[in-house]
Structures are given as structure tokens and as C-alpha cells.
């Protein structure tokens, strides 16, 4: 077997032995006698090993051409453009995905038309490309695709998207889900002078949580939702942050309220099994909530904060609201739910939880003079509610004539009593102070105590 046969048979490229040849042939060629046939086929098959990737992931902007499997998971319109030269350009965005992750694909002029006409979802095609930065993240500017029937990629596709099918690269995403938490919009200086905005929304559905992230004008969709509504992402791709997967919205994407009602039930620890330096999700119950208060950083900047104090059926701890959080409507009775808190020592050696700007807090029913809320699933079947922490429990006791004695925890309206086992919260006028024991004696009507006497 000769040196070239050789190379080749050593080559795991998609090339045939007569093309490999012929290149071997123009690279002599090229270099004028100063390569013989064995240098140049070691030129060629090192050439043609750097385009061949392992995968999606693996492309990146800067690399002179890559060869890779895809499959067709979406394929856009054709869009008409002015060139500099006035000529009309024509192009068509595919997304294709592996294994690994997604990525936009760029048919240009003809091979735009080709791509609408012959494309289907589902084709796995071979790609050769240049790579460059796009508008959403690593695109590839096609030079040669072909369809390969013969090969096979594990790759979902859908038309609505659930947060576990989502993979790194992954454009063109709709994705429902439940809103947990809003976020201002921000604005910012990018590196050519221009202001951008920037704002965030927290969504859940059955399968997980993840961040939205609404940039520019998108980010004033941020404003329109409340927590628990139900909402539609569409043309969304994902991207990467801190290690988590984030779903972007940029300005051919958006954000629209649905009326289907998309199911978020949380995966919670229960506060008695806490430990320091964990991260973590709880729920619960407010059992008491001081105001917010301001104080200044190291830095001279200043922050802001509010501890309130969350119980759910096996222990009760504090949980500090940090920065924008700390302007949350909270009040005792409240249930509420807290993803991504971490743990920390506390005063007198108490843990507490850290909400901050990675947490979501999201208020999911009113105060104790409000509706019962749905019960809060605590990762059993006996998942804790209103019921079970301010006196509510008989509901035919409703106008009876109590006498209840506890410790003052909260000395707002309402003053909240807690005697150990119970809480409750009481209307009254009476001067009382945080952490003094008191009876009162009054009207309970609408799961609060109407104070006649406090003692």
C-alpha cells in the first residue's frame, strides 16, 4: 500500500479516497515543488482533521471552517436584504442540533432558496461552515450541507418545549411556564457608547425552574406579569450562566400571557432538615415579617433588607429578603415559596436563610383576612397551609368567643401572638411590645381575633 493510501486509511474524515487525492494534487501544486505527495497528504488530512468537530459544542468563533453532524430542528423564512453593493441578498436561519447542543445554521443567496424548498424538520444533515459570532450567540455561515439518511441523532423535537428538554446553544425555544418572580429592568453601557436595558422573569413548570432573560425593548414585558400567571415564550435561545441554563429573549422574540394554567410544584426541604452552607428551596407559612430597613455597604452604597420568619410543619426559621426583595408585600399568614436560599449562621448561632439576587420569592396567597390559598407542597403528602399555623383550623368556630395567651412576635397590624404551638393574629389597639407575653380575649371571626381585652 502506498504513502497516500496510507494516510487516508488512517484519516476519519468524511472525504472519498479520489477526493482526498485530488487535494493532495492542488496541494503540490499550490506550494510549487516544495511539498512532495506525502507532505502535502499529511498537510491535507491534518487540514481536514482540525474542520471535523466532535460535536456543537464543540464549534466556536474564530475557527476557520468546521465539518459536523446536525439535525434540522427548525427552518425559518426567507428574508430578502439590501447588500452594500445594492445587489439583493437572500438568506434562511436552520437550527440544528446534536447531543450536545444547538446551533443557527446560515443558508446564503441560492442556497437559501434550497434550504425552504428541500428541508424538513427531523433531516440530519453533514455541515461545512465557517463559525462567527451572530446576533444570538455562535452561528455558522454554510458553504456545503448535505442530507444524511443513514445517520442518527438523539435529538427532541418539539413545538413547545418544557424546561428539561432545553440544551446549551438551543434557539428558536417556545416554552410555557408558571411566573415565580419578576425582576426591575436594569440598564446598562454597552461597549459602543449605546444605554441597554436589561430585565428578568422567573418561570416554572412541572419539569424545573429556570430565568428568562428580556433585553432591550423586551425587557418591559417584565412589568405586565404577576407571579403565579401563565405565560408563553416564543423564539427564545438558551444560553449559559454561573453554570445554569438561562432562555433569552432578544428583539425577534416574546413574552405572552396564556390561559392555560401551567403546573409549578417546587421540590422543598423541610426547615428542620437544613444545614449551613446549603442551597436549598423551603415553603411555608409568614409568621412574622419586620419592616425594611436600609443600611450602608462597605463600598459607601446602600443596601437594603427585611426579615421575615417562615414556618412550615416541622420548624420555623428567619429569612433575610436582600436588595430589591426587601420591597416583597409580605405579611403573617402569607404562603410563600423560596428557591435558591442559602443557608447560613445566624444570631445566637440560629440558621437563616439568604434570599438574595439568585433567590426566588414568590407570595402565593393573601394574608390571613384573605382567601385560603392552595395547600404548599413540602415534598410529602401532608403539605403544611394556613390552616395548620394562625388559628384557623375550625372554621365553625368562626364568631366564638376565644381567650388566647402568647408571645408578642410581631407588634404591627395585625399583632401576632404565639404561645409555643400556635399562632395567631389578633386586631387591637392596644400598645403592645415585641417579645412580651400577653391574653386576649375577643371575637374570632375570619380566622383573626377581634380583641375586646388584651391583658
Known sequence: MGTIEDIYADLEADISEGEFREAVEEKVDQMGGLADEETAA????????DQQVGGVADIEPGMEEV?????????????????????????VNVEVADETGSIRAAFWDEMAASAVEELEVGQVLRIQGHPRDGFNGVEVSVSKAEPDPDADIDVLVKDVYQVADLSMGR??????????????????????GTEGRVANLVLGDETGRLR????DDK?????????????????GYVRERDGDLELHVGRQGTVDRID?????????????????????DLAGVVRSADPKRTFQRDDGSDGQVKNIRVQDKTDDIRVALWGEKADLEVSPGDEIQLVDVEIQEGWQDDLEASAGWRSTVTVLGDG????????????DDESPSLDEFDGEADTDNEGDSVEFTGVVVQAGDPVM???GSETLSVVTDADVQLGEEVTVRGTQRGGRVEADEVL
Open 368 to 379: 390571613p383576612a384573605g382567601s385560603t390559598p392552595d395547600p404548599i407542597d413540602s415534598g
Open 260 to 280: 392555560d394554567d401551567v403546573e409549578y410544584v417546587p421540590d422543598t426541604t423541610d426547615i428542620e432538615a437544613v444545614e449551613i452552607d446549603e442551597t436549598v
Open 67 to 91: 465539518k459536523f453532524l446536525g439535525k434540522v430542528t427548525s427552518v425559518g423564512d426567507l428574508r430578502e436584504f439590501d447588500r452594500d453593493d445594492e445587489a439583493t441578498g437572500r438568506v
Open 219 to 235: 425587557a418591559d414585558l417584565a412589568e405586565e406579569f404577576d407571579a403565579r400567571e401563565s405565560v408563553e415564550v416564543v423564539d
Open 171 to 192: 434557539s428558536d425555544v417556545t416554552l410555557r411556564g408558571q411566573v415565580l418572580d419578576t425582576e426591575p429592568i436594569r440598564t446598562f453601557d454597552r461597549d459602543d
Open 212 to 215: 428568562v432573560t428580556l433585553w
Open 42 to 49: 499529511m498537510l491535507i488530512a491534518h487540514e481536514l482533521t
Open 417 to 419: 401572638l404565639d404561645n
